[in-house]
């Protein structure tokens, strides 16, 4: 028989925190902290094999459950000393979910399980609290109600809205028919009565009564939180962070305790660390006479634990340091054992019920990119850990916030500040205000930035959550959903801002003491690391002068085998990737130069040379391009002195520089003095069916010799103080590659005699970024001693996708699962992958020294960059701000593959 | 030392018929009769390799050369008894040119060499007929100055015209100066004074003398015949041919024998059997006192050698068998010798040099397509050949020749005749006049067909008359240039249409008795069987009727183990294939339906359907469009009754049959009550930048999953006659198949339910037309019975070409060699088909069983046939046309691949 459940408590565990993928990540460590004799509620895990089991048999619990359920729930009644659905010592449990990878808020949870009509009075009895009973009861009801008889079943929100928001309504009509200001008013009285009108409203409204058998409560909870699985917030968010569909949630079953017992009771939320800074200092929050979803949902504004956490918005209020300095100190050193035994920073959840601390949860706790670095190095030194055990700590995409520009600080101090809330995610955003995840979504796909500004944010917004440039929120803390969420995925978030009144019908938000009303579309700029938040743009500053980042990236490096190069095509990209630690560039686009509009700018005479007859006028229009080529070449390769600089010749098709609008053609013919009817004529017999597969890369070069030609003696002067590579692109055939060696080779000779100059030891080699050209790489390696993967084209051969038209049916690839990922984000490896294989074995069994690259945007998304190395890539070239996330990708790839230098 | 010099003469050879490669088919087949015991002319043949040594060498003959060829000088003069450079007993050669395939007139060969001041008067004691001697001498000079002195040096054409015209209008002038009509009114001294003026005119024009050196003659020669292989006739000839730019020419040095010295004295030119109908009668055509080029030139028309070659051009003119008739029969049984001996039909050419005859070449015939059938079954019949050669000896396109057709014979009687000439290429033509190779081009290109009329044609035409679909000329006899390139195409051509007067300039022609003038542009047809021109456009009709076609194509099929089936979409199509031996369909593209025009048009509603808003809209236009679906797919399926027929689901992007034109649009609106502005937008937003790549095929599906219901449904009606094959284009992962089997399996059997139908045994595979698909068809197989490589996309993906914009450089990429072919036309085996040998080798590790077939233009080439029957592809489908030309090809495949059924 497959065993499905696990036990713990009373310092023993059946599992340990290795068994993440059957316990999940919050089992797993329940139960290690069971068995490191942490004060943990007894309970009992249901593995995710069961989750798989469940939804193989068509969302039905498999039958040798019941069994295993019952013993284990033995066994934690023995731990607890009290008895589930028992009238005189009842036992009551909470059904939690726990994925393998932490999915906070994205899956149901159900408290209070147990309690019924044959329990209240025992639990009464027991705590002497009928508040605390009745108000658990309605909680249970309302929770019940809405996770396992709506939710999971699949209903329609009943009345369009939901049971929750009938029963809230019903909770805030009886608040006002009572005159109560808030819950904690209400009498015992008062819930029992809702508690009853709770009970008729679900069977009205879900057809079926709340169910009073301590038993069916149990089995449902179980159910709902496997069904939860598969919601959309957790679909959704699985997307997102690229979690598997089939890895499955655990369900926890575990003894309540109440943090909600009265005054001797709370409940909190901590770090061991800094989660936003990574200083090692122990940060949480906590709330009197709560449970912990009051935490976590933001509703109340929390205490913080400890001076250490005391900032501008909480600073008033009593911490537990103070409040129960022992029970403080027992917190304290947990959190001690806690980091020694997993030698990470820990999120923890705590509640003391009367007195008596329990421990609920531990799991390795999210951080930015900027604490991930600190804690690294702090660890590192503090010789928790080893520098590979550092190396692997900082997720390469983690980098991109210590790369993201902050606030100039030289004009924040001067800047309209209008409010202050609480630092959730550090860095500066800047951007238009919206007032819902949706307009967010929108602004996203139109390109622009914007600062979403909730009341607070709840699962629903993760979409607008993750378009926005940054998140602003008037309520919460610093574990708050929005605050979790957003420092998982390193964005500025600022949130608790009480000063800011959100009214969401009206898009607009007043602001405590001020006239100034933000309506949507305002442009602020937020300080995430403060929590400020300003009115209109400031001015950004580079923040990578940091030492330890410094020091971070250095130690990378010691383990890093495969080189990383820069996609650049000025002196300015040039010079920051060399400041990020580019080792040359891998890709210089030559037709970057004829972005500029005017006739003195490269292009005029580009579109001179596009719009001659003849060879000779043509020549004649490219000798005039010569000084800018040479000039903007120049820097570029300056820039890059004594590193290796890969030059592609023209790439893309010549219609692209011929000019659309009637006005701009009218004043190009004016300005080369021919008729508009020809530039019209000569735009139109260049116009191309599908130009992404017409005249153009080393077309051009066949049909135009010229244009080679020129670049080559430009080259041949500008190149001589770095390594130059000529990199043909487009190519699908060997006799492409020698046909061009042989332009570049005479005119690279011509020039050398014509201005007296030494011989450039340039390389020659092509991009592959046509199928055949892959496939036929041994063939294509007798002409080159370079190879460099152009992945945006070759993805879209392989795939036959359209980069400019897939947004008809990628959402709808992805949505229905037919592909794992855009491919354009990650190589893909089963397919394009296959072809970088092959074309790098056969490549190598032609000239096994042969320099192979890429140079598509898959350069700097980490998988790819891990793929580029199992692949035995000589280097990767990506934009200069992705130049130390390679870095570390390729290190940790490294690393991974167990070699080192 | 390698040899390069193989002796011939005197009964003996060093070479044999099989020595093709090394000493070119003309050297192979000479060597061949002299070891027959047939009189050739003594001389040798200097290798290929040696050509290939001369361009290795930078253009020099090897120094090994110069011994080898003294040492067979001296043998061939031993032969012929006669020395050479001698000034009593002098030998004369003429230089060759003799590839591994024949090339006629496309290289260069010089005649009379050895003629010089030491020499002539020698030759004039020795014939005593200075006339004769001068006249040689002139002939010399004109074709030395051109060939060796001007051409093979690579010279600009002297006064931009060259020297062979300078020298010719010298010639004229001459001819007028003296009152003479005809070149052999011009006396001995005549001739005499103008090669003095000839050799003045070279020393002037060319900058050096017409040497006098024997032996600087005879070095000149050889060299000129190795550097006439690239000279560009012979390129574009090769071009169109297939043939290697590595073979290399040989050169054959042959004692001359003169067919112009007297009365006795003749040359002609004949085939062994009819090479235009394949009739077994000698057929052949001589001038009395000429040398072999005045025959091939068509400058005079040429007599018949006997009764059998007699037509109303030439029925006036005296025949061999008449006037010589004791030579005529030994020259008749050297034709049964050489047709025993080769076992094929032979084109020879002979001269007379007082009354004796010589042998001067034999090689295999060109022949038409008709001829070619023919002659295998006569063969066969005559024992002289087995089955498997008769089949072998059709070329698979020649059969083009016997599906297109011919004039409908019930109007060809009353239809206005204009002239008659000689039938040089079987079949009808029609089209408009054209009067020079570049218009022919240019209609061939504009996509018009024309008819190339010319005074006669040179190899500088050959494009123009490839482009053309009919070729005439006014001069020229059955052996012309222009009746021997046409019949190697199969392309009909009619010669010697005396009646015609040419003007290239004005491009108009008269003719002889009549007030009609034709002028460029004037629709003409032609009877290429029999040799009629008709004004205007005359009704044509099938030529398949041909009971030795049944019997050849039955024979073939006995050999051929791969199936053939057709590409059709309509019920006409289907039949027409089936009639052609199809064997099923391999592709119905259901979109063709939407090619009419209307509002009762299926078109219509599915424009409709393109313009909802929503699922349900969009059904109910799919609920319209069923009737049409269903009645188009019904009619094809049947024409197959028992056979399999592939239907593919809808492939191309929608935008497609949005209108584009304004009055469409509105027309449109009109009918469907919408506004306007919504069709544009409509259009505007389905616009797609590469469409090719862009939302078509099973992308449509997955996104209006409504469409492949809806085909499905109709399908499943109409398909119960055949053995219906679903197949999803466009596909580049399994999961698409995946999701779209679920579609097609669910509405199958909702459809069967629905009307009480049989369960059709439907097989489910996809197009491999992506590379990805290709390189995944492991895992395609996993959810396919078959596939069928789409290669028109499979070739344009994986060459990054885009067929509609390969236009602005494919053109030059096969003139540079950069591709041995246009990879649109034969498949490449090199790259594409590396996929798709990956792809059956895959496809068949997951299922040995998997069907795979071919469905893309490619199909019906016969070049590509032989790749998909090495492949091991279960059939090809090509289209209805080219079913024939398929399943001989894939039966010569079988053949050569020396297995049988």
């Known amino acids: 028989m497959v065993k499905y459940v696990y036990t713990f408590g009373g310092g023993t565990a059946e599992g340990t925190a290795s068994d993440k993928n059957l ?85 149901d949870t159900v408290l209070n399980v147990g309690l019924c009509t044959a329990t209240i009075p025992g639990m009464i009895a027991k705590t002497g609290n009928p508040r605390f009973v009745w108000d658990s009861y309605r909680r249970l009801i309302m929770m019940y109600a809405d996770v396992v008889m709506e939710k999971a079943e699949g209903l329609e929100p009943a009345l369009g809205k939901g049971i929750r928001k009938i029963l809230d309504e019903k909770l805030d009509e009886t608040k006002h028919a009572k005159g109560c200001k808030s819950d904690t008013d209400l009498t015992a009285d008062d819930l029992k009565a809702l508690a009853a009108e709770f009970k008729a409203l679900v069977a009205k409204h879900l057809g079926k009564p709340f169910p009073d058998d301590p038993m069916a409560q149990l089995w449902g909870g179980i159910a709902a939180v496997f069904k939860s699985w ?39 939320v901590a770090f061991t660390r800094d989660p936003a800074t990574g200083d090692n200092k122990f940060y949480g929050e906590w709330l009197v006479n709560a449970q912990g979803e009051d935490v976590v949902a933001g509703i109340r504004t929390p205490s913080p634990i400890n001076d250490d956490t005391k900032n501008e918005q909480n600073r008033h209020l009593v911490s537990m340091q103070h409040a129960m300095p022992e029970t403080y100190k027992e917190l304290d050193a947990i959190r001690t054992t806690l980091e020694r035994h997993f030698t990470d920073m820990l999120d923890i959840e705590f509640t003391i019920q009367e007195g008596k601390l329990w421990m609920l949860q531990c799991r390795i706790g999210k951080r930015t990119g900027t604490a991930a670095l600190n804690m690294a190095i702090d660890m590192l030194d503090e010789g928790l850990i080893d520098k590979k055990t550092a190396v692997m700590r900082v997720a390469p995409k983690q980098l991109e916030e210590l790369l993201y520009p902050i606030i100039d600080p030289r004009t924040e101090k001067d800047a309209h500040l209008l409010v202050k809330g609480l630092p959730a995610g550090p860095g500066a955003a800047c951007g238009a205000l919206v007032f819902t995840a949706e307009d967010a979504v929108a602004a996203h796909r139109a390109g622009k930035s914007s600062i979403l500004l909730r009341e607070e944010t709840n699962p629903e917004d993760v979409e607008g959550m993750r378009a926005a440039a940054g998140i602003l929120t008037a309520r919460g803390g610093m574990t708050s959903h ?30 405590t003491g001020s006239a100034t009303v933000l309506k949507e579309g305002d442009i602020v700029t937020l300080n995430g690391t403060k929590g400020h938040v300003y009115m209109g743009s400031l001015p950004m500053m580079d923040a990578t002068e940091n030492p330890r980042f410094q020091r971070f990236m250095t130690m990378a490096d010691t383990f890093r085998t495969m080189g990383v190069r820069t996609n650049a095509d000025t002196p300015e990209d040039a010079k920051v990737a060399r400041s990020f630690g580019a080792e040359g560039i891998g890709l210089v686009r030559t037709e970057h130069m004829f972005y500029g509009e005017g006739s003195d700018q490269p292009l005029f005479y580009l579109r001179k040379m596009i719009l001659s007859n003849t060879a000779e006028e043509r020549r004649a229009a490219l000798n005039e391009l010569f000084p800018f080529v040479k000039a903007s070449l120049k820097g570029t390769l300056e820039a890059m002195e004594g590193l290796p600089v890969t030059i592609r010749l023209l790439d893309p098709p010549l219609h692209e520089f011929v000019p659309q609008g009637v006005e701009k053609q009218a004043e190009l013919a004016r300005a080369l003095g021919i008729r508009v009817e020809d530039i019209k004529k000569r735009g139109e017999a260049l116009h191309e069916t599908n130009p992404m597969m017409g005249h153009r890369g080393v077309r051009l070069g ?15 002067k500008a190149g001589k103080k770095c390594v130059p590579e000529i990199m043909v692109p487009v190519t699908c055939d060997v006799s492409e590659i020698e046909v061009t060696k042989k332009i570049t080779d005479r005119v690279h000779a011509e020039i050398l005699k014509q201005f007296g100059l030494a ?59 037919l592909l794992a990922a855009d491919p354009f984000q990650t190589i893909d490896r089963d397919g394009v992958g296959m072809l970088i294989r092959m074309s790098v074995d056969k490549g190598r069994a032609t000239r096994p020294d042969l320099k192979i690259g890429i140079c598509g945007e898959q350069g700097g998304d980490p998988a790819s960059v891990d793929f580029c190395y199992e692949t035995g890539l000589t280097y990767v070239s990506c934009s200069p701000f992705r130049v130390p996330i390679a870095r570390l990708a390729a290190a940790q790839a490294a690393l991974k593959a167990g070699r080192k230098k």
Request: glycine share 12%; charged share 20%; with cysteine.
């Open 759 to 817: 011989k450039l030891d340039y390389k020659y080699g092509t991009m592959i970024e046509i199928p055949r050209a892959a496939l036929l790489s041994d063939r294509m390696a007798k002409a080159c001693e370079f190879f460099s993967f152009g992945t945006n084209d070759l993805t879209q051969l392989t795939f036959g996708f359209s980069r400019d038209d897939i947004g008809g049916f990628m959402n709808e690839y992805l949505d229905q699962k």
């Open 482 to 511: 929005a605050a979790l969420v957003a420092r998982g995925w390193g964005k500025c978030c600022i949130v608790g801002a009480g000063g800011l009144h959100v009214d969401a019908k009206t898009k607009t938000a007043r602001i």
């Open 23 to 107: 316990l999940g990540g919050k089992g797993a460590n329940l139960a290690e902290m069971c068995s490191q004799g942490i004060p943990v509620p007894a309970g009992f895990t249901v593995s995710t094999e069961c989750c798989t089991a469940y939804y193989a048999g068509g969302c039905k619990l498999p039958a040798e459950l019941t069994g295993q359920v019952l013993a284990a729930l033995k066994k934690t009644e023995a731990n607890m000393g009290m008895i589930y659905g028992d009238a005189v010592n009842p036992l009551l449990i909470s059904c939690r979910s726990g994925a393998r990878s932490s999915m906070p808020g994205m899956m």
């Open 702 to 716: 066949v049909t135009y010799p010229e244009v080679s030609e020129m670049q080559t003696a430009e080259l041949t």
């Open 230 to 268: 598969n919601g959309k917030k957790a679909v959704s968010y699985r997307r997102i962070e690229g979690i598997p569909d089939d890895w499955g949630t655990a369900v926890n079953v575990q003894a309540m305790v109440f943090g909600n017992m009265g005054d001797s009771s709370a409940t909190g």
